[in-house]
């Protein structure tokens, strides 16, 4: 991913001065572009294959809803919460994904390029068989986060808490976990072979990578 600043607050945003505040009769429009939701719950409502471009989400919270095949363009939410909700075969382009919270999302079969997650809490997310390009995880927690049969392409995590993350069968490529703080492994030992981690990470996972790689250790 290209260095660039990562816009913390609402004015950052290059479009910020054409967004227009969400209409709640709308919510159900297959576009929604330039539009600002803002301390919003959405309680179980269907918005498959909604497009979201350019546009911010501040304070919402999505429960138990389903979002299956949305695409978001170049959005930013902030403090946004979702939890339970079906983001599956979703594509994420371009986005900015600040303090949020996703707690058992359905996320399986995603396509994510350049996108930057800081600050937030990743728990039972299922990203199985998800395509992540460019994609930077600073400063999060993934907790039981499901990456089994995903494809990683220089994605990595400063500053972030990897713990029992599922790797089964997963291709990485340029994956970079030197800058974890937490690196914690559920399965996928044998995934590691396309990413780089520093010397105390090795040392650190050595017992368990040996114990599922088949590898006895012995002194005498």
């Not at 900015?96 to 399986?108: C, D, E, N």
């Not at 350049?114 to 999060?140: E, I, P, T, W, Y």
Request: net charge negative; aromatic share 8%.
């Amino acid at each position: 991913m290209t260095d660039h600043t990562i816009p913390t607050v609402l004015s950052d945003l290059t479009y910020a001065e054409d967004l227009l505040p969400f209409a709640p009769d709308q919510l159900h429009a297959d576009l929604h572009e330039v539009v600002h939701f803002d301390g919003d719950t959405f309680t179980r409502i269907n918005l498959t294959g909604a497009r979201f471009i350019e546009s911010a989400f501040t304070a919402t919270q999505w429960d138990s809803g389903v979002m299956r095949r949305c695409r978001f363009v170049d959005v930013w939410m902030h403090t946004v919460r979702m939890i339970g909700t079906d983001i599956a075969e979703c594509t994420w382009l371009d986005s900015h994904i600040l303090a949020g919270m996703f707690a058992g999302t359905v996320s399986f079969g995603c396509e994510i390029q350049r996108v930057v997650f800081s600050s937030c809490k990743l728990s039972g997310v299922n990203f199985r068989a998800s395509h992540m390009v460019d994609v930077v995880f600073q400063d999060c927690v993934l907790d039981d986060v499901d990456f089994s049969e995903a494809s990683l392409t220089r994605v990595t995590f400063p500053g972030s808490a990897l713990r029992g993350v599922h790797l089964a069968k997963a291709k990485l490529r340029e994956v970079d976990l030197r800058g974890a703080s937490e690196l914690d492994l559920a399965s996928g030992f044998e995934s590691l072979a396309g990413a780089v981690i520093g010397q105390a990470q090795l040392i650190a996972l050595a017992p368990a990578l040996a114990a599922n790689t088949g590898i006895t250790v012995r002194d005498e």
